[in-house]
């Protein structure tokens, strides 16, 4: 028998790749590779990349750099990059970086076990091209792992928005809807397999089945995700404001299964910013739907992205910014600094701004919202929550898990609950968790 070659699969950017990596890890086993988790055992070392920000993605190449005296020790390893650098450097990545063995696109997934094997035989290959959209469709990473509490399942994937600063449609491509049989009859196995709680997974979530009639839209698509029994919570991200429709606002009012928390990126708080950027909103339409979702749902919890020091961003809009936060009220955001991306829209803009007052407002920024989060952490102290236990937590005794809003409780429990939704009391609300107390005799 062949002894087994051992995988070093590292994972960067959003939660898409942390997917593709799972279908990446499968494909591979199926032609001998076993993940490991030791960079020094492996026989194959893959990264897969995101190039959202240059940030993301200087720390690919960085990464190489350090992995590379692993290939000097052991010459037959081989070295592959997948993902949205891959995507976006294409060939051009082999020339760059002589010691790299293998590249693949987002689009290309399914070619890896073919690819490898080439590799393996010398020859340096790389596949970036995109693929058409039926071929795409037999092709969306399927689930065929057994269980666990929570879940994501992608629904679709590319972007067609084409905001002025973002890089994604570039290296995701164009949208398309997974069908919606195929989405419910994974969703079903893993309810069976025990699975509580679902992540509805897209670029662009919301935009589920806009461009194919035969296909129910995003709101249609939550309420067959309800009906399947033994699913208890569902969540989805990531949603766009321009495609939060009425009907989708209506699930959260008629849907006790849909959880109390939307991720809803409005990146700028000024109209003026936001056309710049190619939102499609103003400030006001985005107030508008988070008033309407506050109607449906009146504790929703809603989180957001941020950029600040978007080219030409004067004081006054960074204000409005900061005001938009404040009227919002997120429980939290993702905030960052504008990274200028090869082949957007933004990257021929005028108006950079020295990085120093960037870092100034991405500071203001974070003292504000930080003050927000403790207030709305400790507001919760005293309620009594449903918490959908995942693991045990890090402090032995306790067990971790989140409530309906997605935030993290700690509280001490037996790890037997692992997969239930416990009544949970509130009792410390910190600046990034909550302490909580099991509950008895519900
Ligand atoms: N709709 C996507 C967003 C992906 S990118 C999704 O499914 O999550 C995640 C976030 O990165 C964006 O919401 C935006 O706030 C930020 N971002 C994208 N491009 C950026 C850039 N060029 N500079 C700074 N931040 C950026
Ligand atoms: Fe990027 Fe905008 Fe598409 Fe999100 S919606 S992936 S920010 S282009
Ligand atoms: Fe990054 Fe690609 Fe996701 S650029 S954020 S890994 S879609």
Redesign the pocket.
């Known amino acids: 028998m062949e002894s087994p070659k051992f995988l070093y699969l590292q994972t960067f950017g ?3 790749n942390v997917s593709d990596s799972e279908k990446i890890a499968s494909l591979l086993a199926g032609v001998g590779y076993q993940l490991t988790e030791e960079s020094t055992a492996a026989d194959l070392i893959i990264l897969n990349t995101c190039t ?3 940030k993301a993605e200087e720390k690919v190449y960085r990464q190489l750099e350090n992995l590379r005296p692993l290939k000097r020790k052991k010459p037959s390893l081989l070295f592959g990059v997948g993902g949205c650098v891959a995507q976006q450097e294409g060939e051009r990545l082999l020339e760059k970086v002589p010691y790299l063995d293998l590249v693949f696109g987002t689009h290309n997934l399914h070619r890896i076990p073919q690819i490898v094997l080439a590799a393996e035989e010398g020859r340096r290959l790389s596949e970036t091209d995109f693929i058409d959209n039926e071929t795409r469709l037999g092709l969306f990473p399927s689930d065929d792992q057994p269980g666990g509490v929570t879940r994501f399942v992608t629904v679709m994937q590319g ?1 067609d ?1 084409y ?1 002025s ?4 449609p570039y290296v995701r491509g164009r949208e398309i809807s997974r069908r919606s049989a195929d989405i419910i009859a994974e969703i079903s196995q893993m309810a069976a397999n025990g699975v509580k709680e679902i992540t509805l ?5 919301n935009s589920y089945g806009l461009n194919d009639p035969d296909q129910p839209d995003f709101a249609g698509l939550l309420r067959m995700v309800s009906d399947i029994v033994g699913i208890e919570r569902i969540r989805f ?4 404001p321009k495609d939060i429709t009425r009907p989708l606002i209506d699930c959260f009012a008629q849907l006790p299964k849909l959880c109390g928390h939307i ?1 809803l ?1 409005a ?1 700028a708080g000024s109209s003026a910013v936001l056309a710049r950027m190619n939102r499609g909103y103003t400030r006001q339409d985005y107030l508008d739907k988070v008033a309407a979702l506050r109607a449906a749902r009146p504790d929703i919890a809603i989180t957001s ?3 600040v020091g ?1 080219p030409g961003e004067s004081e006054a809009d960074f204000a409005e910014t900061l005001s938009l936060v404040e009227e919002t009220r997120y429980t939290d955001i ?8 090869p082949g ?1 829209a ?1 990257a021929e803009f005028d108006g950079d701004l020295p990085y120093d007052l960037k870092l100034e407002r991405l500071d203001r920024l974070a003292e504000v919202q930080k003050k927000i989060t403790r207030e709305f952490n400790k507001a919760q102290v005293g309620s009594v929550q449903k918490v959908l236990v995942e693991r045990a937590s890090r402090r032995p005794g306790q067990i971790f898990g989140r409530s309906s809003y997605n935030q993290i409780v700690n509280f001490d429990g037996d790890i037997s609950l692992v997969g239930s939704l416990a009544d949970v009391e509130i009792i410390e609300g910190y600046q990034n968790s909550l302490l909580g107390r099991l509950v008895t005799g519900h």
């Not at 600063?165 to 994604?168: F, K, P, S």
């Not at 991200?237 to 766009?240: A, E, G, L, Q």
Request: a positive charge; hydrophobic letters at 35%.
């Open positions: 959003c939660q898409m959202v920000r240059a972007c928005n905001c600063y973002c890089i994604v997974l897209g670029q662009n979530v991200t990531t949603s766009h991720h990126p990146q992205d941020i950029i978007f993702f905030s960052f600094i504008y990274s200028k991306r957007t933004a």
